[in-house]
């Protein structure tokens, strides 16, 4: 069984930042990518950023571009999301989403849909007071 824990959530004020830390669990488990997104209140669950790991390249919400920074720590399988210049838009849960190798998601849908990963993690709330 595959859990993904993230951690790193909180309360902030505008302009600050904070770092969401997700870590991948369980056997048996090789990561084609992993990404972030996030859902506030009344909203459907948007994307936020995600990353390939094969070649490392990244994607963006044009919404967090220049502001957010997703990396990984490969000894680890941690995946990290750097958010700068936090605004009180950016407040919502945040859901840390791993895509499997084998599994035909990814291969059949953009990294930017939630419908390319197969585990999600229970999230952590980013609050961002203006």
């Known amino acids: 069984q595959v859990q993904l824990v993230e951690s790193g959530g909180g309360l902030v004020q505008a302009g600050g930042s904070l770092r969401l830390s997700c870590a991948p669990s369980g056997r048996g488990f090789s990561i084609v990518a992993m990404g972030w997104f996030r859902q506030a209140p009344g909203k459907e669950r948007e994307f936020v950023a995600a990353m390939k790991w094969s070649d490392i390249s990244t994607y963006y919400a044009d919404s967090v571009k220049g502001r957010f920074t997703i990396s990984r720590n490969n000894a680890f399988n941690t995946v990290y999301l750097q958010m700068n210049s936090l605004k009180s838009e950016d407040t919502a849960v945040y859901y840390c989403?791993?895509?499997?190798?084998?599994?035909?998601?990814?291969?059949?849908?953009?990294?930017?849909?939630?419908?390319?990963?197969?585990?999600w993690g229970r999230g952590t709330q980013v609050t961002v007071s203006s």
């Open positions: 989403a791993a895509a499997a190798r084998g599994s035909a998601k990814s291969a059949q849908n953009s990294l930017t849909a939630n419908s390319a990963y197969d585990y």
